[in-house]
């Protein structure tokens, strides 16, 4: 089969190369998935997991890619839950051969069935980006009906979708972003947007959950807008300034296999939109998430042609 592979932590992108490896094996409770779209997140390329196994072994070449969308081929022993022929979605281990392959191995749990109506490309779009609003917003924000929520990056990736969760279970939504993001963060449900280029971030107000996904200095202002009780969620990095009377939070995205039938259900029924930028082939995979490129959504790469 044909997938691609990292050598050199160093290299960056430039380092993905189109390899030919051997048909991956299913172990114990995992399933083979002929892999329709795949999702990549440059900064993996920073993680040791993309580097070495859990036990902290070299494991180059690596196949990296988390996001995938395709359909079981094969069960390993054990496996219970998914059959073959199954359309399936989810996420790749993150210190195991990943996504950007025709075909890969996949442990059962983390993966949820796929409504024979939602596309592959759309549903490679949504697991990381799903898990993670949902988790920062529920699972560490209790975010409930009525409370108030900014969510920085409001128009990008993980963003997008943690505006339309929770828009959809009846809070009030501030985004943030670049300029050119407003009119995207309106549409999908934010009540207001503040340009982080132009316009104080201070004057938002305060809130009841203050999402990052920018860190840095953008995180560090957000403590101030944590009303007392509430909560700063960050994906970005540690917090550095804590709230004074709130709680702080810096969470890694788990799977998920209950909360990613949901989200394919919302898919389904038009409830939730993944922004899906540019659409390239498996052969060209390096040359999309090159330094620099920007693209208006997430970049998907098609690797098997839909079925």
């Known amino acids: 089969m044909q ?17 030919d490896l ?12 002929q892999v329709h779209a795949a999702g990549f997140t440059p900064g993996e390329l920073t993680w040791p997991g993309t580097w070495t196994d859990r036990a902290g072994r070299d494991r180059t070449p690596s196949v990296p890619g988390h996001e995938l969308s395709g359909v079981v081929t094969e069960l390993g022993y054990g496996t219970t839950g998914l059959t073959v022929g199954q359309r399936v979605y989810g996420l790749a281990d993150w210190t195991r051969d990943g996504s950007l392959a025709q075909y890969t191995a996949v442990e059962a749990r983390n993966l949820a069935p796929l409504p024979a109506d939602v596309d ?5 779009a949504l697991p990381i980006s799903g898990l993670t609003a949902w988790q920062a917003l529920f699972d560490h924000g209790g975010l409930t009906t009525g409370q108030s929520v900014l969510i920085h990056g409001a128009a990008g990736g993980v963003g997008s979708i943690a505006v339309q969760l929770a828009r959809e279970a009846g809070a009030r939504v501030v985004g943030t972003g670049r300029a050119g993001s407003r009119a995207t963060a309106l549409d999908l449900g934010a009540e207001a947007f503040v340009d982080l280029e132009s316009e104080r971030l201070a004057d938002a107000g305060q809130f009841d959950v203050v999402f990052d996904v920018i860190g840095g200095e953008v995180l560090d202002r957000s403590t101030d807008l944590v009303r ?6 960050t994906i970005a990095e540690p917090v550095r300034v804590h709230p004074g009377d709130g709680r702080a939070v810096f969470f890694v995205v788990e799977p998920d296999r209950a909360r990613l039938a949901g989200l ?4 389904r029924e038009g409830r939730l939109k993944p922004l899906v930028g540019d659409v390239r082939p498996l052969a060209e995979a390096a040359a999309a998430f090159a330094p620099g490129r920007r693209s208006a959504g997430k970049t998907v790469i098609r ?5």
Do not use: K, S
Not at 22 to 33: G, K, R, T, Y
Not at 303 to 307: C, D, R
């Open 120 to 124: 592959h490309v759309t549903a490679a």
């Open 228 to 233: 007392p009780g509430g909560t700063l969620v």
């Open 303 to 307: 690797v098997t042609a839909e079925g």
């Open 22 to 33: 051997p048909h991956p094996q299913a172990a114990q409770n995992d399933v083979i998935v």
């Open 264 to 267: 394919a259900r919302r898919l």
């Open 3 to 19: 997938a691609i592979t990292v050598r050199d932590p160093d290299a960056g992108t430039a380092g993905m190369t189109l390899t």
